[in-house]
């Protein structure tokens, strides 16, 4: 079976959101929501079919909830950039997860693009397919000439949640469909079309829907949703930071989702780590970590 790829659920973030009902008055809200003006979160996505074993990160978002900008923004990692591995030398940045799992990811990610990530989560292809059908689908614009690949996914990821049933249900026409679980899945999983930044920006497409749908979600639903997603995040953060950036994400989901793809088109060139190597992303560090810092810590 081909590795999964790209699969991320923005709903980790709302997590925050749903568990934090009913336990704070709303006086809390106003001082918990300033303490920390800009919090990220490392959003992980494996290319395995279950926890066990060495797998990579197909998939790294840098999720930011800013307070002093009022506003949520997704950074994607190109899985392919070249960092310094500690204790492995220069090599693409998903291998890091491979040797040394959330902790050597997170640690790349800081000494070569200068952040301080402390927080995680990990992400499978279950909790996505679960979260997206307990929502009743999620809202993506579909292009003609991803329809034919996306639909070879559909059929592949079908089988992948034992829960399905009746027939596999094809996507036939372009512009804004509604997918349920397994074809919002498949479309995160589209390559070869055409770029790793479009397969990018398609999964940023589907984690902003995914955020939309669950900022209007009636909270009657929000202990099916957080049952669902707990049985597949693997997620680092203590429960009272939890709570605190609940109210961060209830506040900012009605603002607009700000993107970046990293590193950037204009300072970044794919080849060949030497004449025999892997193909690897190179970027400029200087043009490249003064727009990241910028985009996350800036308004």
């Not at 512009?175 to 790793?196: E, F, P, S």
């Amino acid at each position: 079976m081909t590795k999964l790829k790209n699969i991320l659920i923005l709903s980790l973030a709302f997590i925050f959101m749903i568990c934090s009902n009913n336990v704070y008055a709303e006086d809390d809200f106003n001082e918990v929501s300033n303490q920390n003006k800009v919090d990220n979160i490392l959003l992980i996505g494996r290319d395995s079919l279950s926890n066990k074993g060495p797998a990579r990160s197909d998939s790294m978002v840098v999720l930011t909830i800013d307070n002093l900008n009022k506003s949520l923004k997704l950074t994607s990692l190109v899985r392919d950039t070249l960092v310094d591995i500690p204790g492995k030398g220069r090599e693409k940045l998903n291998h890091a997860y491979a040797y040394g799992g959330e902790k050597l990811l997170i640690q790349t990610i800081n000494e070569n693009f200068n952040l301080d990530i402390t927080d995680y989560a990990v992400v499978d292809f279950k909790s996505f397919i679960d979260v997206v059908d307990v929502l009743g689908g999620v809202e993506v614009d579909i292009k003609e000439n991803e329809i034919n690949h996306l639909n070879k996914f559909i059929k592949t990821c079908y089988g992948f949640n034992d829960s399905n049933k009746g027939n596999i249900k094809y996507i036939e026409n372009k512009g804004i469909n509604n997918l349920n679980g397994y074809q919002a899945l498949a479309y995160a999983r589209i390559r070869k079309i055409d770029t790793i930044y479009k397969r990018d920006e398609r999964q940023r497409a589907i984690l902003t829907s995914i955020a939309n749908k669950l900022s209007n979600t009636s909270i009657t639903k929000y202990p099916k949703v957080v049952k669902s997603v707990l049985k597949h995040v693997d997620v680092n953060i203590a429960l009272d930071k939890i709570m605190k950036l609940a109210f961060s994400a209830h506040e900012l989901a009605s603002y607009d989702i700000k993107q970046l793809e990293f590193p950037l088109e204009d300072y970044r060139e794919e080849g060949r780590l030497n004449q025999d190597g892997m193909y690897v992303v190179k970027w400029n560090i200087d043009k490249n970590l003064e727009i990241l810092h910028n985009f996350i810590y800036g308004n």
